[in-house]
């Protein structure tokens, strides 16, 4: 796949897009999506100031003007967007990416997604079709050596707004005993003012993310912080992402808690029945139960943010989430933010503990309800026949009783459902089942498994 996904650009540096890309992409930013206030911020990466410093020079070529945050997390970015009423922001990143990726996520006026759908295209078709010179940028060396770390910033004034704003939109939490992973990412730089008293690891910010990936669905990525919630005997844990726009939580054993299923919780700490909560399309049954027992009104959605944003604002939903971790907000100008979610998902956990309820009491009636795959890739070369021979073997597992085809297609039976999807972002299908019982989940997995592989 090249550098223009689905829903931000991103890719290995110097193998699908180098500074010249970046500075073309700069220069042809303004004009489709028709923005003259550009805001930017940048991730830890080892290659993210030269793309910053090209970038701006693209930007202000094409006549925008341009503001830097610098170092700054993505939902900070998208804050800013909309708060200070800019009329476009990027913030540069590989979000949960090897290190040696970087990227481009672009919001529009209002913090809005866009996305390949929505202008990145065109982008993409005007940067193959420039011929303009790319000017030399002095003194910004391209630092590939990942190994080189970026200083934690100083505190500047939209910073301390911006933990402001959060914790004026958080929970109380000071009853409870939980970690903090950083990753070595962008959480790092607010971290300890959002979560005082927490036992905190790998919370400095560098772009050889030296612990462990920056991506906290690979279970690796979370086995340093399981460790440390289980020797110290904390409550819970919370890992997030490289830019944090996503986080994820361990319970007092270690166990890992699928996002998906913290979609309801987070619903409940707004206190809105009859409000409407979004979610993707690989959500568990479970916690879209959840939800309606809430008296809320669940909506399914596309995945990826670039969907998920458009969707919330559509349907004026209060919260949302998706499998990933991603967690959208009306309050927060329907974006996601790792950092919010955490605050209120803690909260919810500090609000069980007072009630005598640990963790994993409090998350067994929804983790226990149903028996759940998670999200199981496969690199197949032809996506779309391993989609068709999945649907074909699905006809023998039971009598279909509802089917959605808005991101693949999910697929309902009394006894459970199952997902098959092409990755926006990777090369991969995607495939969840999820069943009444365990032996069920194994049949059904099994099965539709060697309809993937071709056996």
């Not at 005082?196 to 340093?224: C, K, M, W, Y």
């Not at 309606?292 to 990826?304: D, E, M, S």
């Not at 990933?324 to 500090?350: K, W």
Request: hydrophobic share 40%.
């Amino acid at each position: 796949m090249g550098f223009f996904k689905a829903y931000d650009m991103r890719g290995t540096f110097g193998v699908d897009f180098d500074l010249d890309t970046v500075y073309r992409v700069g220069r042809e930013l303004p004009g489709v999506i028709g923005a003259k206030r550009f805001l930017i911020g940048r991730d830890c990466r080892s290659t993210s100031p030269a793309i910053a410093a090209m970038l701006k020079r693209g930007l202000s070529d094409a006549g925008a003007e341009v503001t830097d945050l610098g170092l700054a997390t993505t939902p900070m970015v998208y804050f800013f967007t909309a708060e200070d009423d800019f009329d476009a922001s990027v913030m540069i990143t590989a979000s949960h990416n090897p290190p040696t990726d970087n990227g481009l996520k672009v919001s529009k006026r209002g913090a809005l997604p866009v996305g390949y759908d929505s202008g990145l295209a065109e982008v993409e078709r005007r940067v193959n079709a420039s011929h303009a010179a790319v000017p030399i940028v002095p003194d910004v060396p391209v630092v590939p050596d990942v190994s080189v770390v970026s200083p934690t910033p100083p505190p500047t004034a939209r910073l301390a707004r911006y933990v402001e704003w959060l914790r004026a939109h958080a929970l109380p939490i000071a009853n409870l005993k939980f970690a903090v992973d950083c990753s070595d990412g962008m959480a790092s730089i607010l971290a300890h003012e959002l979560f005082p008293g927490a036992v905190f690891i790998n919370d400095t910010p560098n772009g050889a993310f030296p612990h462990h990936s920056p991506n906290p669905l690979l279970a690796a990525s979370r086995e340093q912080l399981a460790a440390v919630v289980r020797e110290k005997g904390l409550d819970c844990g919370v890992v997030f992402d490289g830019d944090a726009d996503r986080c994820m939580f361990v319970d007092e054993t270690g166990a890992f808690i699928q996002p998906d299923y913290l979609i309801p919780v987070l619903a409940s700490t707004y206190h809105e029945p009859g409000a409407t909560v979004i979610h993707d399309v690989r959500t568990s049954r479970a916690a879209i139960e959840a939800i309606r027992a809430q008296g809320a009104t669940p909506v399914i959605g596309k995945v990826g943010h670039a969907y998920a944003k458009v969707l919330l604002r559509e349907v004026k939903a209060v919260c949302g989430g998706e499998l990933a971790g991603h967690y959208y907000f009306r309050d927060f100008h329907g974006c996601d933010s790792g950092e919010l979610a955490a605050l209120r998902i803690l909260g919810a956990f500090a609000e069980a503990k007072a009630q005598g309820q640990t963790v994993s009491a409090f998350m067994e009636p929804l983790l226990g309800k149903y028996a759940n795959s998670g999200e199981v890739n496969f690199k197949v070369e032809d996506k779309p026949a391993a989609i068709a021979r999945v649907l074909e073997a699905a006809k023998g597992l039971a009598p279909e009783t509802g089917r959605t085809t808005i991101d693949g297609y999910r697929l309902e039976y009394d006894a459970g459902w199952i997902s098959v999807r092409q990755s926006n972002t990777e090369p991969y299908l995607r495939l969840i089942v999820e069943c009444d019982t365990c032996a069920r989940l194994n049949d059904w997995l099994g099965c539709l498994t060697s309809a993937i592989v071709g056996v």
